[in-house]
């Protein structure tokens, strides 16, 4: 008599709901998982793309799109040192679709180049920032393959789809995944790593060299990598020794761990200096910014690094960014330095509360479950670390800089379906089922998302800042609400951004270039201004009355 074989995932504890029927059966698994996978990254890839359609060039991305065109053109390395080449090679993808025009006479810095590339050279802004940012959403898309992938191994073909959910309805990366930055290519190469190398524990001639040029692309897309360097070359020499299990003595088991450990170092290294080797194979070096002598540990560090002198510059330029002081934005609180506790405190704002949840319970579950625990340090240790390094940074500027969070504890919450707990079922599709509803809500503002116990994205601007609200992304949507509105009416411009208001038809004068009493009509700033004002920016706002938001990143008072 033949008996069919049940996914010990899918089958539910004694007592408990039968709540998967369809995806418990086979036949239907077969079609119904992938086609969810289909839905869930094709409403990623739409909001993603409706998202960079509608928003103007944030501050970030003209260095990085001109940069990327001057890679295409030049083929010299002089501009944006303080970041590798990788990411924005795959920028450049775009940019050469677009195929715009560089004038190669230009002897400015790298965020004058970018402005020009945009503005001055008859390039038209709109059409050249989409194809830049195609090719980081086509990024962001397949590294929801891998969280699904990752899942999927460990807690079945349910648990990948919570997992695949959680990534594909997070505000933070449909928000940076939607722009032509570095952030969400750098954490997603991470995970990648991360994943071939769990991977790697049982077939480690094939995965362990992938891994290896994952980390590799991770450390030449963006240079606070670094901080996981050390912990995945851990996790090689732990998946090594675990590969030869059975097979060898320790001492043998511990020299296959160091040489895994190796391999990974040496082909990670290898990869970042292909990457500088792709723009210019005879790696010439002409900085267009002053770069900083480095003393001490950290100078000595910067010696040390197996990398091009570019590479080296710009860690050098890092370091120094690090020493300025920063002026900070926390809940009505402008200060300067960084406070340790800003990146939690912004991520318990910006993250969906359904979200939040299911992060700590998979953390909790991957280390109390005994099968999923040789997991946990895969998962848990590279997030920790990354997560202690960008907290002990100086520029508390926005959750972009703990991007790997949704990544690696999305596979985390996938593992929740692994508990044999009778109602677990249930609250998962319902937690999933309130992300999707908080981030579909904000759509098309994502990146001044917070969630619901903090006003939702109308309030973000009174707790945050910079990147977390506004980074410049509403200039279109400004010229847009004040040719509908306020036609006729004279304009004062605050603007914290790269875009050049006139492009936009904005014709608007500085308000802080004259006497107070001139100042008569419209008075427009940008929330990140708005909530550092002082001096005689604070005096006009406070004797002006909001009349309109655009965005939820500018605000619109009368005077």
């Given at each position: 008599m033949m008996t069919?074989?049940r996914?010990?995932?899918?089958?539910?504890?004694?007592?408990?709901p039968?709540?998967?029927?369809?995806?418990?059966s086979?036949?239907?698994?077969?079609?119904l998982?992938?086609?969810?996978?289909?839905?869930?990254?094709v409403?990623?890839?739409?909001?993603?793309v409706s998202?960079?359609?509608?928003?103007?060039?944030?501050?970030?991305?003209?260095?990085?799109v001109g940069?990327?065109?001057d890679y295409?053109?030049?083929h010299?390395?002089r501009?944006n040192?303080?970041?590798p080449p990788l990411?924005?090679l795959?920028?450049?993808?775009?940019?050469?679709?677009?195929d715009?025009h560089?004038?190669?006479?230009f002897?400015?810095g790298?965020?004058?180049?970018?402005?020009?590339?945009?503005?001055?050279?008859g390039?038209?802004?709109?059409e050249?920032m989409?194809?830049?940012?195609l090719?980081?959403?086509?990024?962001?898309?397949?590294?929801?393959l891998?969280?699904f992938?990752?899942a999927?191994e460990l807690?079945?073909p349910?648990?990948a789809?919570v997992?695949l959910a959680?990534?594909?309805?997070?505000?933070?990366v449909?928000?940076?995944?939607?722009?032509?930055?570095?952030?969400?290519?750098m954490?997603?190469?991470l995970l990648?790593?991360v994943?071939l190398?769990?991977?790697a524990r049982?077939?480690?001639?094939?995965?362990?060299?992938?891994?290896?040029?994952?980390?590799g692309a991770?450390?030449?897309?963006?240079?606070?990598?670094?901080?996981?360097?050390p912990?995945l070359?851990?996790?090689?020499?732990?998946?090594?020794?675990?590969?030869?299990?059975?097979?060898?003595?320790?001492?043998t088991?511990?020299?296959?761990?160091?040489?895994?450990?190796?391999?990974v170092?040496?082909?990670a290294?290898?990869?970042v200096?292909?990457?500088?080797?792709?723009?210019d194979p005879?790696?010439?070096?002409?900085?267009?910014q002053?770069?900083?002598?480095?003393r001490?540990r950290?100078g000595?560090?910067?010696?040390?690094?197996p990398?091009?002198?570019?590479f080296r510059?710009g860690?050098?330029i890092q370091?120094?960014?690090e020493?300025r002081?920063?002026?900070?934005?926390?809940?009505g609180q402008?200060?300067?330095?960084?406070?340790?506790y800003?990146?939690?405190?912004?991520?318990?704002?910006?993250t969906?509360?359904g979200m939040l949840?299911?992060?700590?319970?998979g953390?909790?579950?991957?280390?109390a479950?005994?099968?999923?625990?040789?997991?946990?340090?895969?998962?848990?240790?590279?997030?920790?670390?990354?997560?202690?390094a960008?907290?002990?940074?100086?520029?508390?500027f926005?959750?972009?800089?703990?991007?790997?969070l949704?990544?690696?504890?999305a596979?985390?919450?996938?593992?929740?379906?692994v508990?044999?707990?009778r109602w677990?079922?249930?609250?998962?599709a319902?937690?999933?089922?309130?992300?999707?509803?908080?981030?579909?809500?904000?759509?098309?503002?994502?990146l001044?998302?917070s969630?619901?116990?903090?006003?939702?994205p109308s309030?973000?601007?009174?707790r945050?800042?910079?990147s977390?609200v506004?980074?410049?992304?509403?200039?279109?949507?400004?010229?847009?609400?004040?040719?509908?509105r306020?036609?006729?009416e004279?304009v004062w411009?605050v603007?914290?951004?790269s875009?050049?208001p006139?492009y936009?038809?904005?014709?608007?004068?500085?308000?802080?270039?004259v006497?107070r009493g001139?100042?008569r009509?419209?008075?427009?700033?940008s929330?990140s201004?708005v909530?550092?004002?002082?001096g005689?920016l604070?005096?006009?706002?406070?004797?002006s009355?909001?009349?309109?938001?655009v965005?939820h990143?500018i605000?619109i008072?009368?005077?």
């Amino acid at each position: 008599m033949m008996t069919h074989e049940r996914h010990p995932v899918l089958t539910p504890a004694p007592g408990a709901p039968d709540v998967w029927p369809a995806l418990r059966s086979r036949s239907r698994t077969r079609w119904l998982v992938p086609l969810l996978v289909v839905v869930l990254l094709v409403q990623m890839a739409a909001a993603m793309v409706s998202t960079a359609v509608q928003q103007t060039p944030t501050i970030d991305e003209p260095v990085y799109v001109g940069t990327a065109a001057d890679y295409l053109h030049e083929h010299r390395l002089r501009f944006n040192p303080e970041h590798p080449p990788l990411g924005k090679l795959v920028i450049a993808v775009g940019v050469a679709l677009a195929d715009p025009h560089v004038d190669p006479s230009f002897t400015g810095g790298q965020g004058r180049f970018g402005q020009h590339l945009l503005y001055k050279w008859g390039n038209d802004p709109w059409e050249l920032m989409l194809w830049a940012r195609l090719p980081v959403i086509a990024l962001t898309l397949l590294f929801g393959l891998v969280v699904f992938a990752f899942a999927r191994e460990l807690a079945g073909p349910v648990g990948a789809l919570v997992a695949l959910a959680l990534y594909a309805f997070s505000p933070d990366v449909i928000a940076h995944g939607s722009l032509a930055t570095l952030d969400v290519p750098m954490a997603g190469f991470l995970l990648t790593s991360v994943w071939l190398l769990w991977r790697a524990r049982r077939r480690p001639r094939l995965y362990l060299p992938l891994a290896s040029v994952a980390l590799g692309a991770a450390l030449a897309t963006k240079m606070s990598a670094l901080a996981a360097f050390p912990v995945l070359l851990v996790l090689a020499a732990v998946s090594m020794w675990y590969a030869s299990a059975g097979s060898a003595d320790r001492r043998t088991r511990l020299l296959r761990a160091a040489g895994g450990a190796a391999v990974v170092a040496l082909v990670a290294v290898a990869v970042v200096w292909a990457s500088y080797l792709a723009v210019d194979p005879l790696l010439r070096w002409s900085p267009q910014q002053y770069v900083p002598v480095v003393r001490g540990r950290r100078g000595l560090l910067v010696e040390l690094l197996p990398f091009p002198e570019a590479f080296r510059d710009g860690t050098r330029i890092q370091f120094a960014l690090e020493n300025r002081p920063w002026e900070g934005f926390l809940f009505g609180q402008v200060y300067t330095g960084s406070l340790w506790y800003y990146l939690p405190v912004a991520l318990l704002v910006k993250t969906p509360l359904g979200m939040l949840a299911l992060w700590a319970a998979g953390a909790v579950v991957v280390v109390a479950v005994r099968r999923l625990r040789p997991v946990a340090p895969y998962l848990l240790l590279p997030s920790a670390v990354l997560l202690a390094a960008s907290m002990e940074g100086a520029r508390d500027f926005g959750t972009r800089y703990a991007l790997f969070l949704p990544m690696f504890l999305a596979v985390a919450a996938g593992c929740v379906l692994v508990l044999r707990w009778r109602w677990a079922p249930v609250l998962t599709a319902a937690l999933v089922l309130f992300v999707a509803v908080s981030s579909v809500r904000t759509f098309p503002y994502y990146l001044p998302y917070s969630n619901e116990a903090f006003g939702g994205p109308s309030k973000t601007r009174l707790r945050l800042h910079d990147s977390n609200v506004d980074w410049g992304q509403d200039l279109g949507r400004l010229a847009d609400r004040l040719r509908e509105r306020y036609r006729s009416e004279r304009v004062w411009l605050v603007y914290k951004g790269s875009g050049v208001p006139s492009y936009y038809g904005i014709d608007a004068s500085d308000p802080l270039a004259v006497p107070r009493g001139a100042v008569r009509g419209l008075l427009v700033v940008s929330d990140s201004s708005v909530a550092k004002a002082k001096g005689r920016l604070a005096e006009l706002i406070e004797s002006s009355r909001l009349i309109d938001q655009v965005g939820h990143s500018i605000t619109i008072y009368r005077r």
